[in-house]
């Protein structure tokens, strides 16, 4: 039982090259959600969806796009990297009021 | 504007002892609240959880007290173990249509041998 998995596992990027951090979960939850964890801080939403189709932002959302085009897989853009996006990026997906699972997260370094 | 707050970055405390992680929040639509315990490198785990509805909810040796009145909620690990040194966040979920989870920026509890 796989869970949350996230790849890469690190990563560094120049400043302006994109990349798409992959999500994938299978435990049928409809619930997904992208987080960012920036040393010594608590964890901020990036966006969330909610089902496959369906997608909103959270807290951070600059920066970053996101689709939700089946229930396992929730893919993480980023678009243009700057080094403000240099962070531990972590997914997650629950179902409804449950606790939420976390993939192991991606370090990412935009120099 | 931090929804959650844990006030106290780090914690040491002795083997054997009780620890005691607190946790304040604002918003008064929080309706589930949660701990999570996370190592280096790893993602968080789930460690614990308690409904507005109720005031305790124990498992095993963690215990989470809900104080709604005065928005506080606090986790209990009694005894210590050098296991538990990690990082443990507080979460709230607020009653609405996405439960998505507000995090407080934790507390590093180290137990020392």
């Known amino acids: 039982n796989a869970g949350v998995t996230q790849t890469p596992k690190f990563r560094i990027l120049k400043i302006g090259q994109s990349m798409t951090l992959q999500c994938t979960q299978d435990m049928n939850h409809n619930y997904m959600y992208w987080y960012r964890q920036d040393p010594g801080m608590g964890l901020k939403l990036i966006y969330y969806s909610v089902g496959a189709g369906i997608t909103d932002k959270g807290e951070v959302p600059n920066g970053y796009n996101v689709s939700r085009s089946t229930t396992e897989d929730f893919p993480l853009r980023l678009e243009l990297a700057a080094p403000s996006q240099t962070s531990v990026y972590f997914c997650?997906?629950?179902?409804?009021?449950?606790?939420?699972?976390f993939g192991q997260g991606t370090r990412l370094t935009v120099v | 504007d931090q929804q959650v707050k844990q006030n106290s970055p780090s914690l040491s405390v002795q083997e054997g002892r009780i620890s005691i992680l607190n946790c304040d929040y604002t918003?008064?639509?929080?309706?589930?609240f949660l701990w999570y315990k996370k190592y280096p490198a790893e993602g968080p785990t789930f460690l614990i959880s308690i409904s507005s509805i109720k005031d305790k909810n124990e498992d095993g040796r963690f215990t989470v007290f809900l104080n709604k009145s005065a928005k506080h909620l606090s986790l209990h690990i009694v005894p210590s173990q050098p296991g538990d040194s990690a990082v443990y966040f507080c979460?709230?979920?607020?009653?609405?249509?996405?439960?998505?989870?507000?995090f407080g920026s934790g507390t590093q509890l180290t137990v020392l041998p």
């Open positions: 979460a709230a979920i607020s009653s609405g249509s996405a439960r998505q989870l507000t």
């Open positions: 997650a997906s629950n179902e409804g009021s449950t606790e939420a699972f």
């Open positions: 918003n008064s639509m929080f309706d589930y």
